[in-house]
């Protein structure tokens, strides 16, 4: 029941990922999160750090924005990072994730979600048998909408933390 909302790996942020071992293991697309793990919630936080490090990366993975958001603002931060983008994904459903693997033609252990929540990038790419990577949220403001899935969230890490599967700040790879 909690297997779900439990990362692959888990690290501070997405400067901390060991993508060579990614690429190593096989993965060949990228899908990030974008409110609160590369921008706060609230603003269009652009970052030249970011871009810098997207243009590393996307030299050995396809990477794509994939968020809930809405096409206008996710669409801000594909343009300037100049990577693909899909928006209204509507995790942690199945539906985009399979738009995706249809659209680029992957197999489900090529993918990997990086994210800052357990109920929807960590949960969505698990029951996709996609690599998960948790990182902490970048903001602690967020979508009007989160405030349920945080609550529940905080729920999760208590009886994660209780059980030595996952303590915040105790990353591992
Ligand atoms: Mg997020």
């Known amino acids: ?20 071992k990614l690429k190593k293991e096989g993965i060949k697309c ?44 996710v669409s801000k931060f594909g343009n300037y990072y100049g990577v693909d983008i899909a928006c209204l994904s509507l995790k942690p459903l199945r539906y985009k994730y399979k738009y995706i693997l249809k659209k680029y033609k992957f197999k489900n252990h090529e993918i990997a979600t990086i994210g800052d929540q357990l109920l929807t990038d960590i949960q969505g790419g698990n029951k996709m048998h996609f690599k998960t990577i948790l990182v902490n949220p970048i903001s602690d403001i967020d979508e009007k909408e989160t405030w349920l899935n945080r609550e529940i969230e905080k729920k999760l890490f ?13 990353y591992y790879d």
């Open 1 to 20: 029941m909690y297997k779900r909302f439990i990362p692959d790996i888990y690290q501070e942020s997405i400067y901390k990922i060991n993508y060579e």
């Open 30 to 73: 990228i899908l990030i999160d974008l409110d609160n793990t590369i921008s706060s919630a609230k603003e269009v936080i652009l970052d030249s750090k970011i871009k810098k490090l997207f243009d590393k990366l996307k030299k050995d993975f396809r990477l794509v924005i994939f968020s809930n958001n809405f096409p206008k603002r």
């Open 158 to 170: 208590i009886y994660f933390d209780k059980n030595n599967i996952l303590k915040k700040g105790k």
